[in-house]
């Protein structure tokens, strides 16, 4: 890039997704994460006059963005995704047709060195989506103690040595000296990790696991999924894209618990409830896509359709 920093935001498995979310052009829909408005202006693009579109950012960029979308059809929620249910009921907004989940992180997010998000540039140690609330990954490494940090890194990052990345982050605080940057950081790590995976900085691991930490993006996931569950009505669709391995864990569970019927074993003779979700598609970006844009080389897109009568 010649120095430059590139702010430009490709958007992951973008007529895949659109594709398997939209099958009412009337209907009302979700896309959970706005981002730069690139599922959400496709998804514009699919729907009729009377199709209406709710997207939800914590991002106060991303909802500046957004204010280039002058349709009547559209609005947007400056909160997580979490927050579905109670957007929905205070917009009159009943049943939805389909809910879109694209988890993450933007690449103007990751190209943006004042956000903190990424190893690459040196920056403030920040992290956080929404910028006006909330703690900072280097506020949180500041006053954590040694366990807290080292189950952070370990359990959101799977990160071998989260224990003596711990320790070292805390002996660096102890010593006056607080890592406060992402350099900062990115060097403790360094000099922390034994051994590095194959092409893989030895930072990555860490840096996943503060932000998700920061963001507090697990518990949203699985909030937003039982809010999405709730409000999809029979044939409604669920599209999500996760990038590792945390999230798609999550949303395959979500998808294979609520696929099947089971028994209640304290009331064995009840008649056996019917399952919410019917699982339909797992995809993959295509090799010219991951030719063209790296980062979707580990993306997933999962799709499920609703069943029976919405809880």
């Known amino acids: 890039m010649n120095g430059e920093v590139s702010r430009q935001h490709r958007t992951v498995l973008l007529h895949e997704a659109v594709d398997a979310l939209v099958h009412d052009p009337d209907g009302q829909y979700v896309d959970g994460t706005f981002g730069r408005g690139g599922h959400s202006s496709l998804l514009l693009s699919r729907l009729s006059e009377r199709g209406r579109l709710l997207a939800f950012d914590k991002d106060p960029e991303a909802i500046a963005a957004s204010t280039r979308v002058q349709d009547p059809r559209f609005a947007i929620e400056h909160d997580s995704f979490a927050g579905m249910s109670r957007a929905c009921a205070e917009?009159?907004?009943?049943?939805?047709?389909?809910?879109?989940?694209?988890?993450?992180?933007?690449?103007?997010?990751?190209?943006?060195?004042?956000?903190?998000?990424?190893?690459?540039?040196?920056?403030?140690?920040?992290?956080?989506?929404?910028?006006?609330?909330?703690?900072?990954?280097?506020?949180?490494?500041?006053?954590?103690?040694?366990?807290?940090i080292a189950e952070v890194i370990r359990n959101y990052g799977e990160e071998r040595f989260a224990v003596s990345i711990a320790k070292a982050l805390v002996a660096r605080r102890q010593s006056g000296s607080p890592v406060r940057t992402t350099a900062e950081l990115s060097q403790l790590v360094a000099r922390s990790v034994k051994t590095r995976e194959a092409g893989q900085d030895p930072a990555t691991r860490t840096f996943q696991a503060l932000r998700i930490h920061v963001n507090a993006e697990l518990e949203e996931l699985e909030q937003g999924l039982e809010a999405a569950l709730a409000l999809l009505k029979p044939g409604g669709r669920l599209v999500v894209i996760s990038f590792h391995s945390l999230e798609d864990r999550i949303v395959k569970q979500f998808i294979v618990r609520h696929s099947r019927s089971e028994i209640d074993r304290r009331a064995p003779f009840a008649p056996v409830p019917e399952p919410k979700l019917k699982a339909l598609a797992r995809i993959k970006p295509g090799d010219a896509e991951v030719a063209g844009n790296p980062r979707?080389?580990?993306?997933v897109l999962r799709v499920a359709e609703r069943t029976g009568a919405p809880a």
Request: proline share 5%; glycine share 10%.
């Open 91 to 148: 917009r009159g907004i009943e049943r939805l047709d389909g809910v879109l989940l694209d988890l993450g992180v933007s690449s103007p997010q990751i190209d943006t060195p004042e956000r903190g998000f990424s190893f690459r540039f040196d920056g403030p140690l920040d992290m956080r989506m929404d910028t006006t609330r909330g703690e900072s990954a280097a506020d949180f490494l500041a006053r954590a103690d040694e366990r807290q």
């Open 296 to 299: 979707a080389r580990s993306a």
